[in-house]
């Protein structure tokens, strides 16, 4: 397992937009689906949007779906996360993972002011 290095999140106001940033070793990311978790307070880590390798398939939570994008720039070995329009409902510690190798990211909590 290797760390992976998140950047981005913080505070935002209700309607307002983040992007988050997560940096992997290459022999971890490039021929891997990259993934971003959130976990809420008292809630279950739910998978929030996934992304192949080669043709970069996505998978989106309904929660999520039409308001976050999930994209890869496989020669900065770097997976993001857009998030926009967030709601009162986003609040979480957002992490990214790649499945394959078991490595996370520590996460950072994204609050959302209404």
């Known amino acids: 397992q290797v760390q992976l290095e998140e950047s981005g999140g913080g505070l935002v106001q209700a309607g307002g937009s983040l992007r988050r940033s997560c940096a992997a070793p290459?022999?971890?990311?490039?021929?891997?689906?990259m993934g971003w978790f959130r976990q809420a307070p008292e809630k279950e880590r739910e998978l929030v949007a996934r992304i192949s390798s080669g043709l970069g398939n996505t998978n989106y939570a309904d929660s999520v779906k039409g308001r976050f994008t999930i994209s890869r720039d496989n020669a900065k070995n770097t997976v993001y996360l857009q998030m926009n329009d967030l709601t009162p409902a986003d609040p979480a510690v957002y992490s990214c993972t790649c499945p394959h190798s078991g490595s996370w990211g520590l996460g950072t909590l994204v609050t959302v002011s209404s």
């Open positions: 290459r022999r971890t990311f490039s021929s891997h689906t």
